[in-house]
């Protein structure tokens, strides 16, 4: 039984990647024509390009997208938690992230084994940030000290969407 | 004697005296669970159905036998598995309707509905996180958090009772080698059940099972 009715806590999104917060920053992803809701079911076929985000906020304020699964390789055993799939950082407020700088390239879900998790998480920027260094591997990404490593303070607004693998045929 | 069956003998109200009716009738078989009654018989005799699996054939069914004694009695459901899975029914009294049964039975006959949950529970175990419709979700929670407390346990009876129920034996032995690590300290409720939106062919209701 949940205790909390908040569907970030509810699908442990806060907990496994980030922080309890308070949403300040209202932020629509748009994949095609889907609107992503907290654990809708998201096709990696419909997702191989980046999505469209729509932030909103100050234009004077930078803010830094990061999209993460933290289910990988398998939500039964992820060793690999979390798999970084995109890092935008100094994105205007009130624009996308194509005006922002793209840290690390996105890359579309890929789950090989069961239904994982793909968290969008939004953080506010103190202010501009300087070039900022590449993770070395996907692998093992970790949400909180990328954070803490460029003082970006709690979350101001997360939104994840469930994917699986695909079946070759189509059924039905 | 009997012990398959899991009775509480604990009848000090019955007419009868259980301990010398048994030591007067023949050996019981063990539990043949292979016997399945239909169901449409189910709810007008359920309790004579229990005593003959008990004295399978050795010795005639009384009815007299099953009247009495049954009173405070808890006997295994056609739904256990196994006699470690018995189920605390409602306490013998027959009801035109539904009142107090618990068990789900998912819209299907019994051999069915265990193979049913047979499956997923192994599907849960190997993939970690599931979608299926809410009654099944819900039912099945019961099945997975006894294979992880079989396995929490790690002798060679529950591993050999656990290969008996999951389908696939590589699932069981991952399960024992990793349960320590993962459920050591967790006492219960390894799984976690997040409603979502209804299907769209049938729009049945929807939720995620994961383990926690």
Redo the contacts between chains.
């Keep these: 039984m949940?205790v909390s009715v908040d569907p970030l806590v509810?699908?442990?999104v806060i907990g496994d990647v980030v922080d309890m917060f308070i949403p300040t920053v209202t932020m629509s992803v748009y994949y095609g024509s889907k609107h992503v809701t907290n654990?809708?079911?998201i096709k990696p076929s419909t997702a191989i390009n980046p999505p469209k985000v729509s932030i909103d906020g100050h234009s004077d304020e930078f803010y830094t997208l990061v999209m993460t699964d933290p289910?990988a390789p398998?939500?039964?055993?992820p060793s690999m938690r979390e798999w970084i799939h995109w890092i935008v950082s100094d994105i205007p407020g009130g624009t996308n992230p194509t005006q922002g700088k793209e840290i690390l390239q996105y890359m579309g879900p890929r789950p090989p084994?069961?239904?994982h998790r793909y968290i969008l998480v939004l953080f506010q920027q103190r202010g501009p940030l300087g070039p900022v260094q590449q993770p070395a591997s996907r692998t093992n990404f970790n949400t909180r000290r990328f954070a803490e490593h460029l003082n970006l303070g709690l979350p101001v607004a997360t939104v994840y969407f469930?994917a699986?693998k695909e079946p070759v045929s189509r059924r039905? | 004697m009997a012990m398959a069956l899991a009775m509480t003998t604990d009848c000090a109200s019955s007419r009868w005296s259980m301990a010398s009716l048994k030591s007067a009738l023949p050996p019981l078989a063990s539990t043949a669970s292979s016997i399945r009654y239909p169901c449409h018989r189910r709810r007008s005799s359920s309790k004579c159905p229990q005593l003959v699996r008990s004295f399978t054939g050795l010795s005639p069914v009384n009815p007299l036998h099953s009247l009495g004694s049954s009173v405070t009695q808890t006997l295994a459901d056609l739904n256990s598995f196994e006699h470690n899975f018995t189920i605390i029914d409602n306490g013998f009294k027959v009801y035109a309707m539904r009142h107090g049964r618990r068990v789900p039975k998912l819209n299907r006959p019994p051999d069915q509905r265990r193979a049913l949950l047979r499956c997923l529970t192994t599907q849960l175990l190997k993939y970690g996180r599931i979608k299926t419709t809410r009654a099944r979700a819900s039912a099945m929670r019961k099945y997975v958090d006894k294979m992880i407390t079989l396995a929490k346990d790690g002798s060679l009876h529950k591993r050999r009772q656990a290969l008996g129920f999951i389908y696939e034996k590589q699932i069981v032995h991952a399960l024992f080698a990793e349960v320590q690590d993962r459920y050591g300290e967790r006492n219960g409720g390894y799984t976690r059940i997040i409603r979502t939106l209804p299907r769209r062919g049938d729009n049945a209701p929807m939720a995620y099972i994961e383990l926690v």
């Design positions: 949940a509810v699908g442990r654990g809708c079911d289910d398998s939500p039964s055993e084994v069961g239904i469930n699986q039905r």
